[in-house]
């Protein structure tokens, strides 16, 4: 078992960034690929980036060359930096495992961070 903890949301303009954090505790990050999700009022959670335990990594189509993702497995902790913010990735965004075949089962979500994009 274990737990997830996400931070580092706010308020900023469009155009500007952020950088969130999501600091793990128990096995989560053993030889997990985790993954960024975020919910916008009234749709369904979507996965934004993911990283292998190895550091290979993927972006939905809307954040490609807009956001990183990173992790620091010592500390297990990832990362999301969040360049040129649009007002659409207004959400609470997740940090979770990636579903695969050796990961059946995300953990528990955590209360997740506010990101507000608006002018």
């Known amino acids: 078992q274990g737990s997830l903890v996400e931070s580092g949301g706010g308020l900023v303009q469009p155009g500007g960034s952020l950088k969130l954090s999501c600091a793990a505790s128990?096995?989560?990050?053993?030889?997990?690929?985790m993954g960024w999700y975020r919910q916008a009022p009234g749709k369904q959670r979507d996965v934004v980036a993911t990283?292998?335990?190895?550091?290979?990594?993927n972006y939905a189509d809307p954040v490609k060359g807009r956001f990183t993702i990173s992790r620091d497995s010592a500390k297990k902790t990832m990362y999301l930096q969040m360049n040129n913010l649009k007002p659409e990735d207004t959400a609470v965004y997740y940090c979770?495992?990636?579903?695969?075949?050796?990961?059946?089962?995300?953990?528990?979500w955590g209360q997740g961070t506010q990101v507000a994009v608006s002018s």
């Open positions: 990283i292998t335990s190895g550091g290979s990594t």
């Open positions: 128990g096995s989560i990050f053993a030889a997990n690929t």
């Open positions: 979770n495992v990636v579903i695969t075949p050796t990961q059946r089962y995300y953990y528990a």
